[in-house]
Nanobody
Framework: QVQLVESGGGLVQAGGSLRLACSAS????????MGWFCQAPGKERELVAA????????YYANSVKNRFTISKDNAKNTVFLLMNSLKPEDTAVYYC???????????????????WGQGTQVTVSS
């Protein structure tokens, strides 16, 4: 059974940085595409960034382009999200998700993703 565990969240001042990590177990990590979603209070969960199974292709939401970097380390079964120049509006619970789809490596719909982590809170103070 696949399990995803996020870490690295916390409280940071605006302009600061955080690096989130999501460790996977119970599956063949290199076979899966990965995504990071965020969900702010009262809002829907939305895709922030995604990476293909090989790590060669990446997607970013417009709101985080040039600030966030997603990377995938298949040797360590871990996907990272480096978050720079953080803004108060980045405050949310961040979830990693895993997809076995072969026709695409990302989708903004949660339905594409097979497994989810429990989430890690990121709070950016102004």
């Amino acid at each position: 059974q696949v399990q995803l565990v996020e870490s690295g969240g916390g409280l940071v001042q605006a302009g600061g940085s955080l690096r989130l990590a999501c460790s996977a177990s119970g599956g063949t990590f290199s076979s899966y595409n990965m995504g990071w979603f965020c969900q702010a209070p009262g809002k829907e969960r939305e895709l922030v960034a995604a990476v293909s199974r090989t790590g060669r292709s990446t997607y970013y939401a417009n709101s985080v382009k040039n600030r966030f970097t997603i990377s995938k380390d298949n040797a360590k079964n871990t996907v990272f999200l480096l978050m720079n120049s953080l803004k108060p509006e980045d405050t949310a619970v961040y979830y990693c998700a895993m997809s076995s789809r072969t026709d695409r490596y990302y989708d903004t719909s949660m339905l594409m993703y097979d497994y989810w982590g429990q989430g890690t809170q990121v709070t950016v103070s102004s």
